[in-house]
């Protein structure tokens, strides 16, 4: 069930497991600028709402942010992954390229329609802590499909190997929310309309990335609809979008309501603070891995010895700089938790210990699972995403009555503990030598 190689990777022109490192790092390296980006607008975005709104206020943007992710998962996380895959070995504007753009197209429309035929049957539990108008859900649909085709052509300008103008965009991006929600603030709006603003200011970054798409010769059509072949093979990775949207996204905008009617909104707002300090540095992980890991990890499915090689080297590698980066941020807690949100927010103290121990798992476990991504190994990635979040649900049950607040964060660090030891079994040929 794995996919094929890309056409110019033959085996014997892939890299010792030392080159393979050293080009991982010096990815990372240079994507530094778009990272960076993505985590001072992020830091800066929790600020502005944690001082304007306190603890609930953080907690309405983490639920708008949910929402948003629930909308968008199944495009970014499926189509615009596969189209990485698919689009990477084709020249642009080829006829295989027109196709592969086509049906990436297509399936992010049918999936834009049906979440937003989806969502009225949903309104209650996903809108109505935000009180929306017509006009406001207008917004939000319109919010949404912007930011979507900008996602995708972002992904787009990666398969072509447009870093510069992708970096450029990354952190262009990065800069509008957070300028956006400064304005709504500035002009009085209130909390909803602020999120909403935050939505558009994001999604307004299409028209600049279809210009430079444009530019440099990517979006010519095919001369006819994309065959069944592509759709399908592109529906692969949807697939596994789905289980990540049901089995993630879904359970952590689940999880948040459960917590705001157990406790009280102020109070799901101190656990808020470190799930969003996690938020803010797995989006750093995943931008990295998304730009230097991945794609080579891709590019050797056709080569399993050095696949595996450069798997256990990126893990070896990142066990230690995890270990240290995260043991940092717990030292400086006392620090860091007013500075990067408000003196409101002291009380999330006590929660982050498990919080950090919990990512430090979780980070590791999926640079194993790239794996079956990578090879398109559907019906095993999503087994692993639903035996998680029901491992997660039971935890939860056990602990939230016992331990009060703190038990969400010992569920998380408990649930990614024990899947990141399934992973260890599960991929233990990892660790013999190449």
């Known amino acids: 069930m794995s996919l094929p190689a890309a056409e110019d990777d033959a085996p014997a022109a892939a890299p010792p497991a030392p080159a393979g490192l050293g080009r991982f790092v010096r990815g990372s390296l240079g994507s530094g600028a778009s990272v960076l980006a993505r985590a001072g607008g992020a830091l800066a975005l929790n600020k502005l709402l944690a001082v304007y709104g306190g603890p609930g206020g953080l907690t309405l943007l983490a639920h708008f942010q949910n929402l948003m992710a629930l909308l968008t998962t199944l495009p970014n996380d499926g189509v615009h992954v596969g189209i990485v895959k698919y689009l990477a070995p084709q020249r642009p504007g080829s ?16 999936v834009l329609v049906l979440s937003f035929a989806l969502l009225p049957l949903l309104r209650g539990p996903l809108l109505a802590v935000f009180d929306p108008s017509p006009s406001w859900v207008a917004g939000l649909l319109a919010g949404i499909s912007l930011l979507t085709g900008h996602a995708y052509l972002g992904a787009v300008l990666l398969a072509a190997q447009r870093l510069r103008a992708y970096v450029g965009l990354t952190v ?81 905008f689940v999880v948040r309501d459960l917590l705001i009617s157990r406790f009280s909104l102020a109070e799901t707002g101190l656990w808020q603070a470190a799930a969003k300090l996690s938020d803010n540095y797995t989006m750093v992980f ?90 398109a190994r559907v019906g095993r990635y999503v087994l692993v995403q639903a035996l998680s979040a029901a491992v997660y649900a039971g935890l939860l049950a056990l602990l939230l009555p016992r331990l009060g607040l703190a038990g969400a964060p010992w569920a998380h660090a408990a649930r990614f503990g024990l899947l990141l030891l399934g992973c260890a079994l599960y991929f233990r040929p990892l660790r013999r030598s190449s």
Do not use: I
């Open 95 to 110: 006829a295989d390229w027109r196709r592969w753009l086509a049906a990436g197209a297509l399936l992010n429309a049918a």
């Open 172 to 252: 262009a991006l990065s800069l509008a929310g957070p300028l956006a929600v400064a304005a709504a603030l500035a002009a009085g709006r209130p909390l909803p309309q602020v999120l909403l603003a935050y939505l558009l200011g994001q999604g307004l970054m299409l028209l600049p990335t279809a210009l430079l798409c444009a530019h440099y010769g990517l979006l010519r059509g095919p001369r006819r609809l994309p065959g069944r072949p592509a759709l399908l093979a592109l529906g692969r990775f949807l697939l596994m979008a789905l289980s990540v949207l049901l089995c993630s996204k879904a359970v952590d």
């Open 286 to 375: 995943s931008a990295v891995m998304g730009a230097a890991y991945y794609p080579r990890l891709a590019a050797l499915a056709g080569n399993p010895r050095e696949q595996r090689a450069y798997v256990r080297a990126v893990f070896g590698l990142l066990a230690g700089v995890l270990a240290a980066g995260l043991g940092a941020l717990w030292l400086l807690r006392d620090w860091l938790l007013p500075l990067l949100f408000d003196e409101r927010f002291a009380g999330a103290r006590g929660l982050l210990g498990p919080q950090l121990l919990g990512d430090w798992a979780k980070l590791l476990a999926w640079t194993l699972l790239y794996s079956l991504m990578a090879e």
